[in-house]
C-alpha cells in the first residue's frame, strides 16, 4: 500500500492555501467548499490511482462539455437537477409543506417570453405530422381554490423530438406559450404530442453516458412552470402515458403523480367535431400550488437561460 499523501501535513497545507483558508480575505463558507471539493478530488485521484493521463483526459472532458454548451444535460444526466429536487422537497416537508403538485426538474431547454393569451392558446405554429393534443385543467390552491390569473409558461418538444430556439429549422417559440388562467383558474391549448428527447449522438454527455452503459433519451414531456402572485412558483413536468422509456429517464424527472391519463379519440364523429381528419389525444391535468409565507424555502430557482 502506497501511503495516503491526502492525509500528509503537506498536502493537508496544500488545501488550506489552495482554498484560501490560510487568509482572512474572501467568502469563508466558499472557502470550505472549495476545500471539500479539492479534497474529494484529490481523494477520488489517490483511491482510484487515477494516472496523470486520464486526470488530463478527464479535464479536456469537462471543457468539451463547456464548449459544447451540454453542462446543463451532464448535470441531470448524473442525477443532479434530480437531486437537487430531493433536497428542495424535503426542505418544503421539514417547513410543513405537504400534498400539491410535485416538482421535477426545469432541463436545460427553457427560454423566457413566450407570447402570453388568456385562458387558452396554440403552441404548434410549424407544420408538423403527428397526433394533435388537446391539454386542459385548473390551476389550484392547497384547499382546492381555483387561481385565476395564474400563468401557465408551457414548452415542449416538436414530434421529432427537438426544442424550438435550440433546433433552428423551427420558428421561434414553436410550441412555447404563456396561458393565464381564466376566472375559474382554467387553461386549454391545443399543441401536437410531443416525442421523447435524445442528447446529441456525437457530443459529450452522451460520451460519458455511453462509457458507463447508459443511455441518453427522455421519455416525451411537457415542461411548465405555473406561477401566481402570493403562491410558490412550481416547476414541473408531465409524461406522456405509455412512452417505452417511461421510468427509464436518463434525467430521474418521472414522478407518478405527473403521468396523467391520456386519450386517444379515433371516434369520427369526435374527429369532425374537432375539425380534425385524424385521431388525436386529450389530457387533463390540474396543478395544485403552495400559498407562499416569509418562512418558507425558497421556491424561486435562479438559473441562467439560453437567449
Ligand atoms: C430535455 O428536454 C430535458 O427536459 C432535460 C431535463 C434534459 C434534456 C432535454
Ligand atoms: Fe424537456
Known amino acids: 500500500m502506497r501511503e495516503k499523501l ?3 501535513a503537506q498536502v493537508k497545507a496544500l488545501i488550506d492555501k489552495v482554498a484560501g483558508l490560510d487568509n482572512a480575505e ?7 467548499i472549495v476545500a471539500r471539493v479539492v479534497t474529494d478530488l484529490m481523494q477520488t ?36 437537477e434530480h437531486f437537487l429536487d430531493l433536497r428542495m422537497d424535503q426542505e418544503e416537508r421539514a417547513a410543513g409543506l405537504i400534498g400539491g403538485t410535485p416538482r421535477t426538474i426545469e432541463g436545460p431547454l427553457y427560454i423566457e417570453g413566450a407570447p402570453l393569451s ?3 392558446a396554440r403552441l404548434d405554429q410549424d407544420p408538423e405530422t403527428g397526433e394533435v393534443l388537446f391539454m386542459d385543467g385548473q390551476v389550484k390552491d392547497a384547499a382546492g381554490k381555483p387561481v385565476a390569473g395564474a400563468i ?9 423530438g427537438w426544442y424550438s430556439h435550440f433546433d433552428q429549422s423551427q420558428t ?13 383558474g382554467r387553461y386549454k391549448f391545443r399543441s401536437m404530442l410531443p416525442a421523447g428527447y435524445g442528447v446529441p449522438p456525437d457530443g459529450p454527455t452522451n460520451e460519458l453516458l455511453a462509457a458507463i452503459g447508459r443511455h441518453g433519451k427522455r421519455p416525451a414531456h411537457i415542461h411548465f412552470f405555473v406561477s401566481a402572485p402570493g403562491y410558490r412558483k412550481l416547476t414541473t413536468q408531465i409524461n406522456i402515458d405509455g412512452d417505452p422509456l417511461l421510468h ?3 434525467a430521474f424527472a418521472t414522478r407518478d403523480e405527473l403521468i396523467p391519463a391520456i386519450t386517444h379519440h379515433t371516434d ?10 385524424e385521431p388525436f389525444a386529450t389530457i387533463t391535468f390540474d396543478f395544485t400550488m403552495h400559498k407562499e409565507a416569509a418562512d418558507l424555502p425558497k421556491a424561486v430557482v435562479e438559473r441562467a437561460h439560453a437567449a
Open 6 to 8: 491526502l492525509y500528509t
Open 26 to 32: 474572501g467568502d469563508q463558507r466558499l472557502k470550505k
Open 45 to 80: 485521484i489517490e483511491d482510484f490511482d487515477v494516472s496523470p493521463t486520464e486526470f488530463w483526459a478527464a479535464a479536456s472532458y469537462l471543457e468539451k462539455v463547456g464548449m459544447s454548451h451540454e453542462m446543463g444535460l451532464l448535470i441531470p444526466g448524473l442525477g443532479l
Open 118 to 120: 388568456k385562458g387558452e
Open 152 to 160: 401557465v409558461d408551457v414548452w415542449h418538444a416538436n414530434t421529432a
Open 172 to 184: 421561434p417559440f414553436n410550441l412555447r406559450r404563456r396561458i393565464e388562467t381564466d376566472e375559474d
Open 248 to 250: 427509464d429517464d436518463f
Open 268 to 277: 369520427p364523429a369526435e374527429i369532425n367535431a374537432r375539425g380534425l381528419n
